[in-house]
């Protein structure tokens, strides 16, 4: 997943929510798409006719937006240290005579983006990305709004939310033309939609596609993966730019783009209207928006895990590790629980437990209902406050990340037991040289069979931590458990795994 937007310097990479209603007197400027402003434009004869007189409407609510960065660049080592012309040379590299690295430069950079006007006053709408440093060490000097007419303005930053990825400028201006968000969801799958923005920094461009889907789930963490997507072009310089509805509607932000390529293949989302409404509302109060949180880590009910706790797929999420002294903690929820329902609302890949529980006021109650070993229970939950994204990304492995990353190519020896793994006790000292935490106890793998499914999924290192929820200590432990699944007839096992310098996560695992 890449964000859309365009960066005009190989030195820089990169680059919650409402309408605002405003009293304006009777001789003011109405919004671009006011009701009755536009004529709808209908499909005929099977194809759209023109949305010329569309675009002209709307076009002159969206802006161009850039900021001028500066960032830090560390200077290269002088590869002449050391010999007869390592001052000559090192003073060539910015380097000092000895022949280590300069002292760290500081350039200008560039990113570009797109964003749209929400307020005759100058209010405009972008993502955060867009106006975000674009590097480490870089900082943003000033931003720029630039419209349609040319006319060019210095904004100001009034508000930004990393976690939904959006932002709230200003600039100083009268009479300006601007657009409205939708006032509820009206989008359906297949409907006609144009995004307008800045793609690659050409200037003011419109394409045109469809609603491929709603509620897109993409897979990211964090609270607000749920997109509309769309086949629509979408680029690099995009992002932040609206996606409006044939009636004039803004019913998106365009934000990401699904790519091999960078470029465009068809495969855009947008964050729905509905979702940014009340954070921008809330961004221009000058305050930040609070959001629940269980204080957990999370993991998607995949087939292998859904298999060994014997559960369809997509039943609920797994709750693989504890924040000490978090809310979820605080209630009695445990690691290995299976979270289906919140306040009485299926947990799903669409509506995941971090969206819901993001969506319930801090401080109030929320009724969980998990599968514990089989039985269903209903937990109330006094649910916290969720930290800011860099508080969140500080954390070990992240908020709802399962931390267990890619497995290596290494070759393992031959398994010894049912599982397809060759296991020994974690001693203190295997456990310093592994880098894990003296807290973690369990069992650590020293061979996988490759033509298992544990020789697909685990590697030399990982630790053992459960099987089917009952803690492993010993290599006995782990023959009980396995044997424990065979005389239930289970196929497969659900492991706790430990991974040095990563989160711990459950893994489902076939027996041989």
Request: without cysteine.
């Amino acid at each position: 997943m890449r964000y859309a937007f365009a960066i005009t310097s190989a030195l820089l990479l990169g680059g919650t929510t409402a309408s605002l209603a405003l009293q304006q007197p009777a001789s003011a400027q109405v919004a671009q798409n006011e009701p009755g402003a536009i004529q709808a434009v209908a499909p005929k004869a099977g194809a759209p006719l023109s949305f010329a007189d569309l675009v002209a409407r709307l076009q002159p609510a969206v802006v161009n937006i850039s900021t001028t960065q500066r960032v830090k660049v560390e200077q290269p080592q002088n590869p002449f240290a050391g010999t007869p012309f390592g001052d000559l040379f090192g003073g060539m590299q910015g380097g000092g005579g000895g022949g280590n690295g300069g002292p760290a430069v500081t350039r200008e950079a560039q990113s570009l983006g797109s964003g749209f006007l929400i307020s005759p006053d100058g209010y405009v709408v972008t993502n955060n990305h867009v106006i975000a440093p674009g590097a480490k060490g870089a900082t943003v000097e000033s931003i720029k709004v630039i419209l349609t007419d040319r006319k060019e303005y210095t904004a100001k930053l009034i508000g930004r939310d990393p976690a939904s990825d959006l932002a709230l400028l200003k600039i100083e201006g009268n009479n300006l033309p601007f657009v409205k968000f939708t006032d509820k969801p009206v989008a359906r799958v297949g409907d006609w939609v144009l995004a307008i923005g800045n793609p690659f920094g050409l200037g003011s461009t419109v394409t045109a596609g469809i609603v491929s889907a709603l509620h897109r789930a993409t897979g990211q963490p964090g609270a607000y993966d749920r997109f509309i997507q769309t086949d629509a072009a979408i680029n690099q310089g995009n992002s932040g730019g609206p996606m409006f509805d044939l009636q004039g509607n803004v019913i998106g932000i365009n934000s990401q783009i699904l790519s091999p390529t960078g470029g465009s293949v068809g495969i855009g989302f947008a964050i729905p209207a509905e979702e940014a409404k009340p954070i921008i509302d809330i961004l221009r109060t000058g305050t930040l928006p609070k959001r629940g949180y269980l204080g957990v880590g999370i993991q998607p009910m995949t087939d292998d895990i859904a298999g060994a706790l014997n559960l369809p797929k997509d039943t609920g999420e797994i709750i693989s590790r504890l924040e000490p002294g978090q809310a979820a903690e605080k209630a009695g929820i445990k690691q290995g629980d299976v979270v289906v329902k919140v306040n009485g609302q299926d947990v799903t890949p669409d509506q995941t437990l971090s969206y819901m529980v993001a969506r319930v006021s801090p401080g109030s109650k929320a009724n969980l209902e998990v599968l514990r070993d089989g039985k269903h229970l209903t937990i109330p939950v006094t649910v916290g406050t969720r930290p800011s994204e860099e508080a969140l990304a500080g954390m070990t492995g992240g908020d709802d990340d399962n931390g267990l990353g890619d497995d290596d190519d290494s070759q393992a020896t031959p398994a010894s037991n049912p599982l397809g793994l060759s296991v020994t006790p974690l001693t203190p000292a295997i456990s310093r040289n592994l880098g894990l935490d003296a807290t973690v106890k369990g069992v650590v793998i020293t061979g996988v069979d490759p033509s298992s499914d544990a020789g697909a999924k685990l590697k030399r290192g990982d630790v053992i931590v459960s099987i089917d929820r009952t803690i492993i200590s010993s290599v006995a432990d782990v023959a009980r458990a396995i044997g424990i699944a065979k005389s239930a007839k289970r196929d497969q096992v659900l492991l706790y795994i430990q991974r040095p310098k990563a989160a711990g996560g459950f893994i489902g695992v076939k027996l041989k």
